[in-house]
C-alpha cells in the first residue's frame, strides 16, 4: 500500500530560525510532489511542487527532494508567526499508467514570537 | 484566473436528513474535479473526482454520491445523513492531466447532529 508519512507535530519553532519539515512516502514510482500549507478552518492552498531531485527555492521557501532516500522537504527560512499552520505533503504515484495521489497527515508548525 | 466556489460555508444537519453540496468552478474549461472530506485534525480523504460531465469515480464506499451535470459544476450529495459525515468537505480542480497540482476551494464545514 502506497503511504505518505509525516510528523504530526506540534513543531516549535523560534521566530526567525528556520523551520524544517519532512515527508517520507512508500514507493520509488512516484513523479510529482506538493507541498500544501493549511491554516485552522481553511482549506489547502499550494506552497510549492517539485519533480526532480535537487532543490526549489521560492522566497523563504525551499522544497527538498531525495528520490532515493525517498523523501521530501520544505525549509522555511525567516519563520514568521504567520507561517504557524499545518503543512501537508502530498505524492503522486504512477504505477502501469495508473496515477494516485497520497496525502500525508500533515504537520502542524508554530513559529513562536 | 481561475476561481472556485463552494457552498454553503457550513451546514448543520440532523441525522437522516440529505445533503447537497455544490462547487463552481470559473475561468478554466474541462477540468478535473474532485471532492474530499477532512475529519477533524486528520488529513484528507478523496471521495469522488470526475474527468467530464457525468464521469464520476468513487473512492471508498459510503451513504455519499457525486454527479457532475455541467462542465465547471460539481455536486456532493446523500440521501440520509450519518453521524460520521461531519467534517470539512473540500472540492478542488485541477486541469486535465492527472499530475498537474489541485486547487483547492473554501471548503464547507458540515455538522451531523
Known amino acids: 500500500q502506497k503511504e505518505v508519512e509525516q510528523n504530526s507535530g506540534p513543531l516549535s519553532v523560534p521566530e526567525g530560525a528556520i523551520a524544517s519539515l519532512n515527508c517520507t512516502y512508500s514507493?520509488?514510482?512516484?513523479?510529482?510532489f506538493f507541498w500544501y500549507r493549511q491554516y485552522s478552518g481553511k482549506s489547502p492552498e499550494l506552497i510549492m511542487s517539485?519533480?526532480s531531485n535537487g532543490d526549489k527555492e521560492d522566497g523563504r521557501f525551499t522544497a527538498q527532494l531525495n528520490k532515493a532516500s525517498q523523501y521530501v522537504s520544505l525549509l522555511i527560512r525567516d519563520s514568521q508567526p504567520s507561517d504557524s499552520a499545518t503543512y501537508l505533503c502530498?505524492?503522486?504515484?504512477?504505477?502501469?499508467?495508473?496515477?494516485?495521489?497520497?496525502w500525508g497527515a500533515g504537520t502542524k508548525l508554530i513559529i513562536k514570537p | 484566473s481561475q476561481t472556485i466556489h463552494q457552498w454553503p460555508a457550513t451546514l448543520v444537519q440532523p441525522v437522516g436528513s440529505p445533503l447537497s453540496l455544490e462547487c463552481t468552478v470559473e475561468?478554466?474549461?474541462?477540468?478535473?474535479l474532485y471532492w474530499y472530506r477532512q475529519a477533524a485534525g486528520r488529513g484528507l480523504q478523496l471521495l469522488f473526482y470526475?474527468?467530464?460531465?457525468?464521469?464520476i469515480s468513487s473512492e471508498v464506499p459510503q451513504n455519499l454520491s457525486a454527479s457532475r451535470p455541467q462542465d465547471r459544476q460539481f455536486i456532493l450529495s446523500s440521501k440520509k445523513l450519518l453521524l460520521s459525515d461531519s467534517g470539512f468537505y473540500l472540492c478542488?480542480?485541477?486541469?486535465?492531466?492527472?499530475?498537474?497540482?489541485?486547487?483547492f476551494g473554501p471548503g464547507t464545514r458540515l455538522t451531523v447532529l
Open positions: 514507493d520509488r514510482v512516484s513523479q510529482s
Open positions: 475561468g478554466t474549461s474541462n477540468p478535473n
Open positions: 517539485i519533480y
Open positions: 470526475s474527468v467530464g460531465i457525468g464521469q
Open positions: 502530498a505524492v503522486i504515484y504512477a504505477d502501469s499508467g495508473n496515477y494516485q495521489l497520497i
Open positions: 478542488a480542480w485541477s486541469y486535465g492531466r492527472v499530475t498537474d497540482t489541485q486547487y
